[in-house]
């Protein structure tokens, strides 16, 4: 069946917090939102017609997932992903945020000191810093509009005395898909001083043409045994208010830790609704999702075009995965925090401020462009007239 990614459907007064949420988030309510990582896609048919036969059952009791559940995530990463996981290694959370949160507590002591790659996902430095540790930064490298890690970097690092790593792979927001030879050398390192690895991969499904995702722990043995894979169906199926995200944690010790930890929130099975989802999206959603990357790269294509075209002072990194696009603005000339209120105030567009990602983010905003290409192009046009009356004195308001 041929999905219609073009058709526009209203998430207003969903509770949405991308399109309900504007006055609060952005301090203004007729913003065009092009920011929170969700996609304004419906989800793949299978999904929708699974969730309403189960809803028709009328009982939402206590649930966990069955042996089936289980099997279709087996299955989808080793269709998807080439990686044979084996069913003891699956580990329940409601989302991958709580599970950094509930694997720095586990896996490492306050004071204890944990690496990152800088610009990326504002929620690693939180999670890190809610629990007493030290964040160690070793920011990306950008050259000729490619982001590479800086090796010489990470092995002095790891070498003061960093305990783990959290590795976004896919980069989010960046778009990088690393490559086999990096994420090899970066695991010798991560070997070399015992370095234990969470390996963020929410995005890993959502991968462009000419690129392939490796799954960090499935380099090696030794890899393994000392890395946590976190993976879910939200991003790539559009699933994320369903809550249901699942750990593959190979290493026994590391496993029953973050069980423990869990256990003591009272967190311990997916909802119903969850398990429903993710084994529908698993087993019959590739269809959809093969069409929804030939559309999101059209979309790329459509923006890079544009900014050629219309808006030459505006860069965007090229991504090689991801619904994310990393615009650089840098050119023209304005402080981090007044970029970001001249994008909400003169624009009246709402993208993700780059500076809060962290070094390197700054002059830069994060777009979404899981949208129809109707809406993106009516973000474009509104940065466009935005920056075409820079000429005007008029200041910037803010209305927090």
Same mark, same amino acid.
């Given at each position: 069946?041929?999905?219609?990614?073009?058709?526009?459907?209203?998430?207003?007064?969903?509770?949405?917090?991308?399109?309900?949420?504007?006055?609060?988030?952005?301090?203004?309510?007729?913003? %065009?939102?092009?920011?929170?990582?969700? +996609? /304004? =896609?419906?989800?793949? &048919?299978?999904?929708?017609?699974?969730? #309403? @036969?189960?809803?028709?059952?009328?009982?939402?009791?206590?649930?966990?997932?069955?042996?089936?559940?289980?099997?279709?995530?087996?299955?989808?990463?080793?269709?998807?992903?080439?990686?044979?996981?084996?069913?003891?290694?699956?580990?329940?959370?409601?989302?991958?945020?709580?599970?950094?949160?509930?694997?720095?507590?586990?896996?490492?002591?306050?004071?204890?000191?944990?690496?990152?790659?800088?610009?990326?996902?504002?929620?690693?430095?939180?999670?890190?810093?809610?629990?007493?540790?030290?964040?160690?930064?070793?920011?990306?490298? %950008?050259?000729?509009?490619?982001?590479? +890690? /800086? =090796?010489?970097?990470? &092995?002095?690092?790891?070498?003061?005395? #960093? @305990?783990?790593?959290?590795?976004?792979?896919?980069?989010?927001?960046?778009?990088?898909?690393?490559?086999?030879?990096?994420?090899?050398?970066?695991?010798?390192?991560?070997?070399?001083?015992?370095?234990?690895?969470?390996?963020?991969?929410?995005?890993?499904?959502?991968?462009?043409?000419?690129?392939?995702?490796?799954?960090?722990?499935?380099?090696?043995?030794?890899?393994?045994?000392?890395?946590?894979?976190?993976?879910?169906?939200?991003?790539?199926?559009?699933?994320?208010?369903?809550?249901?995200?699942?750990?593959?944690?190979?290493?026994?010790?590391?496993?029953?830790?973050?069980?423990?930890?869990?256990?003591?929130?009272?967190?311990?099975?997916?909802? #119903?609704?969850?398990?429903?989802?993710?084994?529908?999206?698993?087993?019959?959603?590739?269809?959809?999702?093969?069409?929804?990357?030939?559309?999101?790269?059209?979309?790329?294509?459509?923006?890079?075009?544009?900014?050629?075209?219309?808006?030459?002072?505006?860069?965007?990194?090229?991504?090689?995965?991801?619904?994310?696009?990393?615009?650089?603005?840098?050119?023209?000339?304005?402080?981090?925090?007044?970029?970001?209120?001249?994008?909400?105030?003169?624009?009246?567009?709402?993208?993700?401020?780059?500076?809060?990602?962290?070094?390197?983010?700054?002059?830069?905003?994060?777009?979404?462009?899981?949208?129809?290409?109707?809406?993106?192009?009516?973000?474009?046009?509104?940065?466009?007239?935005?920056?075409?009356?820079?000429?005007?004195?008029?200041?910037?308001?803010?209305?927090?």
């Amino acid at each position: 069946m041929k999905c219609d990614f073009d058709q526009l459907t209203d998430r207003q007064q969903t509770g949405c917090i991308k399109w309900d949420f504007n006055q609060r988030t952005f301090g203004r309510a007729d913003i %065009l939102p092009l920011w929170v990582a969700d +996609m /304004d =896609f419906k989800a793949p &048919e299978a999904v929708v017609e699974a969730l #309403v @036969k189960r809803a028709q059952h009328g009982i939402y009791g206590y649930s966990s997932g069955t042996e089936s559940y289980y099997q279709v995530i087996i299955d989808w990463m080793q269709k998807r992903h080439g990686w044979a996981i084996q069913r003891e290694w699956i580990a329940f959370s409601p989302g991958i945020v709580p599970a950094l949160n509930e694997l720095i507590r586990s896996l490492t002591k306050p004071g204890e000191q944990i690496l990152i790659q800088s610009p990326v996902y504002p929620p690693f430095f939180h999670a890190i810093q809610n629990h007493g540790r030290e964040v160690v930064n070793s920011q990306l490298t %950008l050259e000729n509009g490619r982001y590479t +890690m /800086d =090796f010489a970097d990470l &092995e002095e690092k790891f070498a003061s005395g #960093v @305990k783990m790593m959290i590795l976004c792979n896919p980069h989010n927001p960046v778009g990088r898909v690393w490559d086999r030879g990096e994420l090899e050398r970066l695991g010798q390192l991560c070997l070399a001083h015992d370095i234990i690895v969470i390996s963020d991969e929410i995005h890993g499904d959502l991968i462009y043409e000419g690129y392939q995702h490796l799954p960090f722990a499935s380099l090696s043995p030794e890899l393994a045994a000392q890395s946590i894979v976190c993976t879910a169906p939200s991003k790539t199926f559009n699933l994320a208010g369903l809550q249901n995200s699942n750990l593959i944690i190979p290493n026994a010790k590391y496993r029953q830790a973050f069980q423990a930890s869990l256990n003591l929130t009272g967190v311990h099975n997916p909802n #119903v609704f969850g398990i429903t989802a993710l084994e529908a999206a698993y087993q019959y959603g590739l269809d959809w999702l093969d069409q929804l990357m030939k559309y999101l790269k059209g979309n790329v294509e459509f923006l890079m075009s544009f900014l050629d075209q219309e808006l030459p002072q505006i860069r965007a990194i090229q991504p090689e995965g991801t619904y994310l696009i990393w615009l650089d603005f840098r050119a023209l000339g304005m402080e981090p925090k007044e970029l970001h209120k001249f994008l909400v105030h003169k624009a009246g567009v709402g993208l993700n401020a780059g500076y809060s990602f962290g070094l390197g983010g700054e002059g830069f905003e994060r777009l979404n462009l899981g949208c129809p290409r109707s809406v993106l192009e009516d973000g474009l046009q509104r940065i466009k007239t935005a920056v075409m009356g820079l000429g005007d004195a008029s200041p910037i308001h803010s209305h927090d």
